[in-house]
T-cell receptor, first 115, second 113 residues
Framework: DAGVIQSPRHEVTEMGQEVTLRCKPI?????LFWYRQTMMRGLELLIY????????DSGMPEDRFSAKMPNASFSTLKIQPSEPRDSAVYFC?????????????FGAGTRLSVL | GENVEQHPSTLSVQEGDSAVIKCTYS??????FPWYKQELGKRPQLIID?????GEKKDQRIAVTLNKTAKHFSLHITETQPEDSAVYFC????????????FGKGTRLHILP
């Protein structure tokens, strides 16, 4: 398997624009996580899905952020409208939870810069 | 929910010496404690994990210890090498759901030549 695939790798946009980040999880994994990484706040969990259903979105900062998982092989994180403080690296991760382990495999991340 | 504190935020050690990173967690019901390593510009990757029914686990030069009573767990790296330079994140499973983990803020480890 190619691992978790994220696109784009880099995104530069202007304040007020819509941004869509994409993620393809590892085949067979039933969990998908979206994280945001900044120097100040570290790795923050934004939302996660189990079998395509959102389980916990308590980390989503505000209504400008939304996430979907229409099928087992694709998820999007959308920011509309974007603001400079949204600048960060956004990681997607997937896992197959066995009850004993929950090893999360991360994608390469999307570095977002909002000007 | 779970809260994970990690110390120190930055650590510099001479090559060949040992490094220790410490974490505390808030919820006594947490039972899974993974550690992730993130090299510069790369993605986080799991390096070792421990469950609450085990007090210590070792894998070559790295080991993790867990003190459930004190709600502390630590990462120990012995005989450090340049390739150990990275950011290390501890994590603990959330009180309500084992499938959710909460990360500490990370420790940037520098191995000095």
């Amino acid at each position: 398997d190619a691992g978790v695939i994220q696109s784009p790798r880099h995104e530069v946009t202007e304040m007020g624009q819509e941004v869509t980040l994409r993620c393809k999880p590892i085949s067979g994994h039933d969990y998908l996580f979206w994280y945001r990484q900044t120097m100040m706040r570290g790795l923050e969990l934004l939302i996660y899905f189990n079998n395509n259903v959102p389980i916990d979105d308590s980390g989503m900062p505000e209504d400008r952020f939304s996430a979907k998982m229409p099928n087992a092989s694709f998820s999007t994180l959308k920011i509309q409208p974007s603001e400079p403080r949204d600048s960060a690296v956004y990681f997607c991760a997937s896992s197959r939870f066995t009850g004993a382990k929950n090893i999360q495999y991360f994608g390469a991340g999307t570095r977002l810069s909002v000007l | 929910g779970e809260n994970v504190e990690q110390h120190p935020s930055t650590l510099s050690v001479q090559e060949g010496d040992s490094a220790v990173i410490k974490c505390t967690y808030s919820d006594s019901a947490s039972n899974y404690f993974p550690w992730y390593k993130q090299e510069l510009g790369k993605r986080p990757q799991l390096i070792i994990d421990i469950r609450s029914n085990v007090g210590e686990k070792k894998d070559q030069r790295i080991a993790v210890t867990l003190n459930k009573t004190a709600k502390h767990f630590s990462l120990h790296i012995t005989e450090t090498q340049p390739e150990d330079s990275a950011v290390y994140f501890c994590a603990a499973s959330d009180m309500n759901r084992d499938d959710k983990i909460i990360f500490g803020k990370g420790t940037r480890l520098h191995i000095l030549p």
